[in-house]
């Protein structure tokens, strides 16, 4: 959501944040997975169109899981490729973006008011397609 947005209606960004939290951890359940997969294969026109074996499948617990902590080495990695890719000017301060977007901190208050462990670095090895990007 839009900085603005987050500080002039607190209490409704941390509502919001800590539902899409929240559902993530539920999600990363196997137990939660099946029945949320039905249901998505149920309501959604798109994903409808497929097999539910086929879906199943693809958000298989371990192969597509919802990791609902925003690590800074993510926004890292995508504003690399971005600059690579002449998608954003070189040169643009990218580790202020970064510490102003992902609010790490805030992230680990919910995730712990939820009984959840975070994770205690905002940094993690990311790959894209094969390529580490630092």
Known sequence: MRRDFFENNMPLAKSLYLSTIESGLTLN????RKGAVEMI????????????????????PGRSDFDPFPYQSSGRALL???MENNLMPKGVDTGKMISQAFLSDFSRS??????DKPPTSNDRE????GRLLT
Request: charged share 20%.
């Open 29 to 32: 359940k196997p137990e939660s």
């Open 41 to 60: 294969h149920r309501e959604s026109p798109v994903y409808g169109k497929f097999l539910l074996a086929d879906l199943n499948k693809a958000f298989y």
């Open 80 to 82: 690399t490729l971005m």
């Open 110 to 115: 919910l995730l712990t008011s939820l009984g």
């Open 126 to 129: 990311e790959a894209v397609m």
